[in-house]
Protein backbone atom coordinates (compact mmCIF):
# COMPACT_ATOMS: atom_id res chain seq x y z
CA UNK A 1 0.00 0.00 0.00
CA UNK A 2 1.05 3.39 -0.23
CA UNK A 3 2.92 4.98 2.32
CA UNK A 4 3.37 8.50 3.95
CA UNK A 5 6.42 9.58 5.55
CA UNK A 6 5.56 12.43 8.51
CA UNK A 7 8.29 14.02 10.54
CA UNK A 8 8.79 14.56 13.41
CA UNK A 9 7.40 12.56 15.22
CA UNK A 10 7.91 14.41 18.51
CA UNK A 11 8.77 17.84 19.40
CA UNK A 12 8.68 19.89 22.36
CA UNK A 13 8.93 23.40 21.59
CA UNK A 14 8.50 27.13 23.97
CA UNK A 15 5.52 28.85 23.93
CA UNK A 16 5.71 31.88 21.11
CA UNK A 17 7.64 29.50 18.62
CA UNK A 18 6.34 27.73 15.21
CA UNK A 19 7.23 24.35 14.54
CA UNK A 20 6.80 22.75 11.11
CA UNK A 21 5.96 19.35 10.02
CA UNK A 22 6.26 17.69 7.09
CA UNK A 23 4.23 14.82 5.39
CA UNK A 24 5.82 13.39 2.26
CA UNK A 25 4.18 11.06 -0.01
CA UNK A 26 6.55 8.22 -0.82
CA UNK A 27 5.50 5.97 -3.98
CA UNK A 28 2.29 7.84 -5.23
CA UNK A 29 2.00 11.44 -5.91
CA UNK A 30 -0.68 13.42 -3.52
CA UNK A 31 -2.55 16.11 -4.94
CA UNK A 32 -4.62 16.36 -1.83
CA UNK A 33 -3.70 15.67 1.85
CA UNK A 34 -5.60 16.30 5.00
CA UNK A 35 -4.16 17.31 8.39
CA UNK A 36 -5.69 16.14 11.52
CA UNK A 37 -5.84 17.16 14.83
CA UNK A 38 -6.30 14.41 17.69
CA UNK A 39 -6.79 15.09 21.49
CA UNK A 40 -5.79 12.07 24.32
CA UNK A 41 -8.17 9.26 23.88
CA UNK A 42 -10.84 11.95 21.61
CA UNK A 43 -11.27 11.57 17.76
CA UNK A 44 -9.67 12.77 14.67
CA UNK A 45 -10.57 16.58 13.77
CA UNK A 46 -10.01 18.01 10.38
CA UNK A 47 -8.03 21.31 10.37
CA UNK A 48 -7.58 21.43 6.52
CA UNK A 49 -7.36 20.11 3.27
CA UNK A 50 -4.26 20.89 1.19
CA UNK A 51 -4.59 21.17 -2.04
CA UNK A 52 -0.89 20.83 -4.45
CA UNK A 53 -0.39 24.28 -5.76
CA UNK A 54 -3.69 25.92 -4.54
CA UNK A 55 -4.30 27.48 -1.49
CA UNK A 56 -5.73 24.96 1.71
CA UNK A 57 -9.23 25.05 2.66
CA UNK A 58 -9.66 24.83 6.38
CA UNK A 59 -12.56 23.92 8.49
CA UNK A 60 -14.61 26.32 10.66
CA UNK A 61 -12.60 27.58 13.38
CA UNK A 62 -9.53 27.03 12.38
CA UNK A 63 -7.38 29.91 12.34
CA UNK A 64 -5.65 30.18 9.30
CA UNK A 65 -2.48 32.45 10.32
CA UNK A 66 -2.04 30.21 13.24
CA UNK A 67 -1.85 26.72 10.78
CA UNK A 68 0.12 27.37 7.77
CA UNK A 69 0.13 24.94 5.34
CA UNK A 70 1.76 24.88 2.45
CA UNK A 71 1.73 22.29 -0.47
CA UNK A 72 3.89 23.15 -3.00
CA UNK A 73 4.69 19.40 -4.53
CA UNK A 74 2.82 16.57 -5.45
CA UNK A 75 4.91 14.19 -2.76
CA UNK A 76 4.95 17.07 0.12
CA UNK A 77 2.58 18.80 2.58
CA UNK A 78 3.99 21.29 5.37
CA UNK A 79 1.67 22.56 8.73
CA UNK A 80 3.51 25.22 10.38
CA UNK A 81 2.05 25.46 13.96
CA UNK A 82 3.16 29.93 14.26
CA UNK A 83 3.39 31.29 18.12
CA UNK A 84 2.94 28.11 19.73
CA UNK A 85 0.83 28.25 22.84
CA UNK A 86 0.49 25.40 25.65
CA UNK A 87 -2.85 24.86 24.31
CA UNK A 88 -1.90 24.22 20.84
CA UNK A 89 -0.03 20.79 22.32
CA UNK A 90 -1.69 17.78 20.25
CA UNK A 91 -1.78 15.10 17.92
CA UNK A 92 -0.86 16.45 14.38
CA UNK A 93 -1.68 14.02 12.11
CA UNK A 94 -1.90 13.89 7.84
CA UNK A 95 -3.21 11.72 5.37
CA UNK A 96 -3.16 11.33 1.45
CA UNK A 97 -6.89 9.69 0.02
CA UNK A 98 -6.34 6.66 -2.16
CA UNK A 99 -9.62 7.99 -4.49
CA UNK A 100 -11.03 4.74 -6.30
CA UNK A 101 -12.90 1.86 -4.90
CA UNK A 102 -11.91 1.67 -1.43
CA UNK A 103 -11.70 5.50 -0.47
CA UNK A 104 -9.19 4.75 1.61
CA UNK A 105 -7.20 7.04 3.58
CA UNK A 106 -3.12 6.66 4.25
CA UNK A 107 -2.28 8.02 7.30
CA UNK A 108 1.65 9.33 8.37
CA UNK A 109 2.75 8.51 11.42
CA UNK A 110 1.53 11.53 13.35
CA UNK A 111 3.73 14.26 15.36
CA UNK A 112 3.20 14.77 19.34
CA UNK A 113 3.73 18.50 19.77
CA UNK A 114 4.49 19.55 23.22
CA UNK A 115 4.60 23.38 24.09
CA UNK A 116 6.16 24.82 26.85
CA UNK B 1 -22.58 19.89 8.74
CA UNK B 2 -21.62 16.18 9.26
CA UNK B 3 -22.43 14.15 12.97
CA UNK B 4 -21.35 10.86 13.78
CA UNK B 5 -22.49 8.46 16.71
CA UNK B 6 -20.79 5.57 17.86
CA UNK B 7 -20.51 3.97 21.88
CA UNK B 8 -17.66 4.89 23.22
CA UNK B 9 -16.44 2.04 24.69
CA UNK B 10 -17.19 -1.85 24.46
CA UNK B 11 -16.35 -4.91 26.19
CA UNK B 12 -15.77 -8.56 25.04
CA UNK B 13 -13.97 -11.69 25.35
CA UNK B 14 -11.68 -13.56 23.64
CA UNK B 15 -13.16 -15.40 20.87
CA UNK B 16 -16.67 -13.53 21.29
CA UNK B 17 -18.08 -11.33 18.42
CA UNK B 18 -18.73 -7.60 18.46
CA UNK B 19 -20.48 -5.06 17.09
CA UNK B 20 -19.67 -0.98 16.55
CA UNK B 21 -22.55 0.63 15.40
CA UNK B 22 -22.16 4.18 14.01
CA UNK B 23 -24.84 6.51 12.65
CA UNK B 24 -24.62 9.46 10.68
CA UNK B 25 -26.00 13.12 9.68
CA UNK B 26 -24.42 14.15 6.81
CA UNK B 27 -25.12 16.22 3.62
CA UNK B 28 -23.39 14.95 0.82
CA UNK B 29 -22.60 11.23 1.91
CA UNK B 30 -20.74 9.46 -0.17
CA UNK B 31 -19.60 6.23 2.14
CA UNK B 32 -18.69 5.08 5.80
CA UNK B 33 -15.37 3.73 6.21
CA UNK B 34 -14.04 2.08 9.45
CA UNK B 35 -10.35 2.71 10.94
CA UNK B 36 -8.38 1.04 14.08
CA UNK B 37 -6.13 3.05 15.72
CA UNK B 38 -3.90 1.29 18.69
CA UNK B 39 -3.20 3.74 21.52
CA UNK B 40 -0.45 5.88 20.25
CA UNK B 41 -0.23 4.98 16.59
CA UNK B 42 -1.63 5.87 13.60
CA UNK B 43 -5.05 5.16 12.33
CA UNK B 44 -5.44 2.37 10.02
CA UNK B 45 -7.90 1.52 7.31
CA UNK B 46 -10.35 -1.16 7.62
CA UNK B 47 -13.30 -1.45 5.19
CA UNK B 48 -15.50 0.85 3.04
CA UNK B 49 -18.86 0.64 2.20
CA UNK B 50 -20.71 2.92 -0.50
CA UNK B 51 -23.75 0.85 -1.25
CA UNK B 52 -26.15 -1.07 1.01
CA UNK B 53 -24.90 -4.20 2.42
CA UNK B 54 -22.33 -6.36 3.63
CA UNK B 55 -18.54 -6.34 3.15
CA UNK B 56 -16.20 -9.27 4.92
CA UNK B 57 -12.67 -9.21 5.16
CA UNK B 58 -11.37 -11.47 7.04
CA UNK B 59 -12.36 -11.54 10.65
CA UNK B 60 -13.97 -7.87 10.23
CA UNK B 61 -17.64 -7.28 8.55
CA UNK B 62 -18.64 -3.73 7.70
CA UNK B 63 -22.63 -3.15 6.98
CA UNK B 64 -24.32 -0.14 5.61
CA UNK B 65 -27.95 1.13 5.29
CA UNK B 66 -27.96 4.03 3.35
CA UNK B 67 -32.06 4.53 4.16
CA UNK B 68 -31.20 4.56 7.79
CA UNK B 69 -27.61 6.41 7.95
CA UNK B 70 -26.66 3.57 9.64
CA UNK B 71 -24.01 1.11 9.67
CA UNK B 72 -21.94 -1.03 12.03
CA UNK B 73 -18.47 -2.85 11.95
CA UNK B 74 -18.56 -6.47 13.00
CA UNK B 75 -15.59 -8.09 14.79
CA UNK B 76 -15.26 -12.20 14.71
CA UNK B 77 -13.17 -14.22 16.92
CA UNK B 78 -11.66 -11.48 19.21
CA UNK B 79 -8.19 -11.32 19.52
CA UNK B 80 -6.23 -9.54 22.31
CA UNK B 81 -4.17 -7.71 19.82
CA UNK B 82 -7.94 -5.97 18.59
CA UNK B 83 -8.07 -4.12 22.22
CA UNK B 84 -7.80 -0.83 20.29
CA UNK B 85 -9.96 2.18 19.37
CA UNK B 86 -12.35 2.08 16.14
CA UNK B 87 -13.77 4.97 14.53
CA UNK B 88 -16.31 5.45 11.86
CA UNK B 89 -15.75 7.69 8.96
CA UNK B 90 -18.04 9.21 6.80
CA UNK B 91 -16.74 10.55 3.01
CA UNK B 92 -18.66 13.88 2.23
CA UNK B 93 -18.39 16.47 -0.26
CA UNK B 94 -19.13 19.91 0.60
CA UNK B 95 -18.39 22.99 -0.74
CA UNK B 96 -14.67 22.66 -0.34
CA UNK B 97 -14.35 19.48 -1.66
CA UNK B 98 -14.33 15.49 -0.37
CA UNK B 99 -13.37 15.20 2.76
CA UNK B 100 -13.47 12.29 5.68
CA UNK B 101 -15.14 13.04 9.12
CA UNK B 102 -14.53 10.69 11.75
CA UNK B 103 -16.83 10.19 14.90
CA UNK B 104 -15.64 10.08 18.49
CA UNK B 105 -14.63 6.54 18.33
CA UNK B 106 -15.48 3.71 20.27
CA UNK B 107 -12.56 1.81 22.38
CA UNK B 108 -12.29 -1.77 22.47
CA UNK B 109 -11.15 -4.20 25.14
CA UNK B 110 -10.81 -7.64 24.77
CA UNK B 111 -10.60 -9.63 28.08
CA UNK B 112 -8.67 -13.11 28.25
Known amino acids: GAVVSQHPSWVICKSGTSVKIECRSL??????MFWYRQFPKQSLMLMAT?????????EQGVEKDKFLINHASLTLSTLTVTSAHPEDSSFYIC????????????FGSGTQLSVL | GQSLEQPSEVTAVEGAIVQINCTYQ??????LSWYQQHDGGAPTFLSY????GLEETGRFSSFLSRSDSYGYLLLQELQMKDSASYFC?????????????FGAGTRLFVKA
Open chain 1, 95 to 106: SAPEWGRNEKLF
Open chain 1, 27 to 32: DFQATT
Open chain 1, 50 to 58: SNEGSKATY
Open chain 2, 26 to 31: TSGFYG
Open chain 2, 49 to 52: NALD
Open chain 2, 89 to 101: AVRDRDTGGFKTI
